[in-house]
């Protein structure tokens, strides 16, 4: 059991390096656009032989979380989210009590347009983050709250006070989840 945890732990961990490589990326490369398509074909080719390849280790091992959450990052990067949202549900069924998988959902749902299920994702995120981990998920929990409580504003206000002040308890200098609380406590 303590070598799974390791795992997960490192498998979090290189998940978060990766998205903030690409992230960092993101906002700091300057494109061409004369360059742009042929880098856009290329980068589609590349993704599906990644995704071609990780499907056939999850085909020869099925339990193998480590690859399943590179292929649902993969369908993520690729912008195919009813993918990865089905791949990270087999993770969170292979494991679940491992947080990440329903943040990633849900990120995954949101990006999808998908709000409802987003919303349902971040919730079972929260209740998944054990206290010992709640210190390093401070700014993820602090993004779900604020997520929940922005969807919830219309329907249920005083809930989303609860969730927004929860945000900010996490995450004291997120300036949208300032403004919303202002917004509900106004």
Do not use: C, R
């Not at 990270?88 to 749902?109: G, M, N, R, V």
């Not at 206290?131 to 809930?159: C, M």
């Amino acid at each position: 059991m303590k070598m799974t945890k390791i795992n997960i732990k490192n498998l979090f961990l290189g998940l978060i390096l990766v998205g903030s490589a690409g992230f960092a990326n993101a906002q700091t490369t300057q494109t061409d656009t004369a360059n742009s398509t042929t880098s856009t074909a290329a980068t589609t080719q590349s993704g599906n032989a990644t995704i071609d390849g990780l499907k056939k280790q999850i085909e020869a091992n099925p339990k193998d979380t480590e690859s399943l959450a590179k292929l649902a990052g993969a369908y993520q990067d690729a912008s195919d989210w009813t993918n990865a949202v089905a791949t990270w549900k087999k993770i969170s069924a292979l494991l679940p009590d491992w947080a990440p998988s329903y943040y990633s959902q849900a990120y995954a749902y949101q990006a999808g347009k998908d709000d409802a299920n987003a919303k349902l994702s971040y919730e079972k995120y929260i209740a998944t983050v054990k206290p010992e981990e709640v210190e390093q998920n401070k700014k993820n929990l602090a993004y779900a709250y604020f997520y929940i409580a922005f969807a919830e504003q219309q329907s249920d206000p005083a809930k989303a006070k609860e969730h927004i002040a929860k945000s900010i308890q996490y995450d004291p200098t997120n300036q949208d989840a300032l403004k919303l609380s202002k917004t509900l406590n106004s």
